[in-house]
């Protein structure tokens, strides 16, 4: 569905993408992970369109993204959240998620009712009339996806919606994003929450210094030597590998 | 529908006013107040709605007053028509400002700079031709009569006031339930997640400002009808651009009555600084300065939102912060 071929960025002295390609298959929950300052946003921000990648390709259903702005592109059905949560903070919960719902419905009473739909679909039903500068940050995280959601997106990219919560909110939006993609919307997410790696997606990139150095189901990355020294540092595995056998022999 | 309700309330209680009131003082200082609410109207739909804040709003009034006044002079033409062409000029000024300060991306700060800027060309501009009147300016012919948009007595203009700014207040209301709307108090809150969400903040800054500046441009019309006289420096001055961000800033930004509530509190307030202080030339632009600053410290929200203070946000706030490292 979403296909990344070679795609090369740079910020001056930077190579924050390096000679990147993958494909998301439709219907499935695939993630991209790695540490800190890997890249992984900046993937995001180029099947976006909010930064032009230096070089490479990014198709959705056989169109090219590349040059487009991020309107047209969420036009098209790829819709983005952010990291850093944007509300529309003078705008209540409702009117913040009837935005996206604007995309597609031209009314507005078909907005503000779709808004409730979708509310209700990640939870925030109850805080329909709020301000969305009043919400908790676990609260602005839903709103952020429902948002996105409310665009009716075949393709959505979840920047991180789990940072910040804790276990019990993140065991509630779990089921959420199952639920979305059930609903027939593929999802591509970064994601730090490791617990929500496995449990959700059905395949895992892990980005590293900006090129990818696996690619595997969840269980297979977690497994890969090359993934262990990108988190813990050069010669872990092998320091694991020796501390387990030593468990073994004792 | 409580505000559609509210609309009609204040046109039934003011339509009568020049009936009852017998004070030409008076009826005179509610025209003007109708009128500067009209002004503020304009400015509010791209300044408190949009988030774009102009300080050369006088470049769009200042275009509309001179495009009749110009063309009632040397072609003879209609009042009425100087008027609908007086908005039709504004708003393509809008459109070529918008075009060039949205394409480049210019915000906060610098959108109000780059404003403030044309305004001051234009003014030098009036100031140099002569089909403007230059310096001197340019003074309409007294053809008193209803066809000619001058009227016998001093209601004529307050009742035409009225409707025009009746019409701004449902213009106002719809633009609130709209996807329109939705999209411009979008762009104002976050252009990056409204982008995100397909609103294309270009084509939706350079609607708001074409309005507004149509909007500017055809209160420049009724000034001219008004006073029968325009110069460079009170069409395309500085006061007349304070007069129509001040408006909205009192009485409430991206609220429906704001400008209305903000107009009548702005020159009830002039007009005590008059009495105080008699007439000493540009104080009254003093107590301006002063109220501005009060109301950005105490009242971000405008008198308007004395009513629901919990609605615990301000958009002038932000912006000056967002000013300050854009």
């Avoid at chain 2, 107009?263 to 009254?284: C, D, K, Q, S, W």
Wanted: aromatic share 10%.
């Amino acid at each position: 569905m979403l296909e990344v071929r070679n795609l090369r960025k740079r910020f001056g002295g930077l190579v924050a993408t390096n000679d990147v390609s993958f494909v998301v298959a439709a219907g499935s929950i695939s993630s991209l992970i790695g540490p800190n300052g890997a890249g992984k946003t900046t993937i995001f921000a180029q099947i976006s369109g909010f930064h032009q990648p230096d070089g490479g390709e990014i198709t959705f259903a056989g169109q090219s993204l590349i040059g487009l702005a991020p309107e047209r592109i969420c036009l098209l059905g790829v819709t983005r959240t952010f990291q850093i949560v944007q509300p529309f903070a003078g705008l209540n919960v409702r009117e913040n998620i009837a935005v996206g719902a604007h995309l597609h419905r031209a009314g507005r009473r078909e907005a503000l009712a779709h808004a409730e739909t979708v509310a209700q679909r990640v939870g925030l039903a109850s805080q329909l009339d709020k301000p969305a500068a009043a919400l908790t940050i676990a609260g602005r995280k839903r709103l952020e996806l429902a948002k996105a959601l409310a665009t009716d997106p075949k393709l959505i990219l979840l920047d991180e919606v789990m940072a910040g919560l804790n276990p019990s909110e993140i065991d509630e939006i779990i089921p959420v994003i199952r639920g979305i993609r059930d609903g027939g919307v593929t999802i591509l997410l970064i994601e730090h929450v490791m617990r929500a790696v496995m449990n959700l997606s059905d395949h895992a990139w892990v980005l590293n210094n900006g090129s990818l150095i696996a690619s595997g189901t969840p269980a297979q990355i977690a497994a890969d030597p090359q993934v262990i020294e990108a988190y813990l540092g050069h010669g872990a595995a092998a320091r694991m590998a020796a501390q387990q056998q030593e468990a073994h022999h004792a | 529908m409580r505000n559609l309700a509210a609309i009609l309330i204040f046109t039934v209680v003011l339509l009568p006013l020049p009936l009852l009131v017998k004070s030409d003082f008076w009826i005179t200082w509610l025209t003007l107040a109708l009128f500067y609410a009209y002004l503020g109207q304009a400015w509010n739909l791209l300044g408190g709605y949009g988030g774009q804040f102009s300080f050369g709003h006088a470049l769009f009034f200042g275009t509309g007053a001179y495009c009749t006044a110009v063309l009632q002079i040397h072609l003879g033409l209609n009042a009425w028509a100087g008027f609908a062409l007086a908005a039709v000029a504004a708003g393509a000024v809008g459109a070529g400002t918008g075009w060039l300060v949205f394409r480049y991306g210019l915000r906060g700060s610098y959108f109000a700079l780059v404003t403030l800027a044309f305004a001051e060309v234009f003014r030098i501009l009036a100031n140099t031709f002569a089909f403007t009147g230059a310096g001197v300016g340019l003074l309409v012919p007294l053809q008193p009569g209803i066809e000619q948009m001058q009227f016998a007595s001093k209601a004529g203009f307050f009742w035409l006031l009225l409707v025009l700014v009746m019409l701004a207040l449902l213009f106002t209301w719809r633009l609130e339930n709209s996807r329109f709307g939705a999209r411009l108090m979008a762009v104002r809150e976050n252009e990056d997640a409204a982008r995100a969400l397909g609103v294309d903040p270009f084509s939706t800054k350079l609607t708001a400002i074409v309005a507004s500046g149509a909007i500017a441009g055809s209160a420049g019309a009724i000034y001219v009808q008004l006073f029968l006289y325009i110069d460079p420096n009170i069409a395309f001055g500085p006061g007349m651009s304070v007069e129509a961000l001040l408006v909205p800033i009192i009485g409430g930004l991206g609220t429906i009555f704001g400008p209305v509530l903000g107009a009548f509190a702005l020159h009830a307030i002039a007009e005590i600084g008059r009495m105080t202080f008699g007439e000493a030339p540009g104080l009254n632009l003093v107590l301006y300065g002063l109220l501005l600053v009060a109301m950005v410290l105490f009242l971000p929200n405008g008198l308007f939102g004395l009513g629901k203070v919990s609605f615990g946000r301000n958009i002038l706030r932000r912006l000056f912060k967002r000013g300050a490292h854009a």
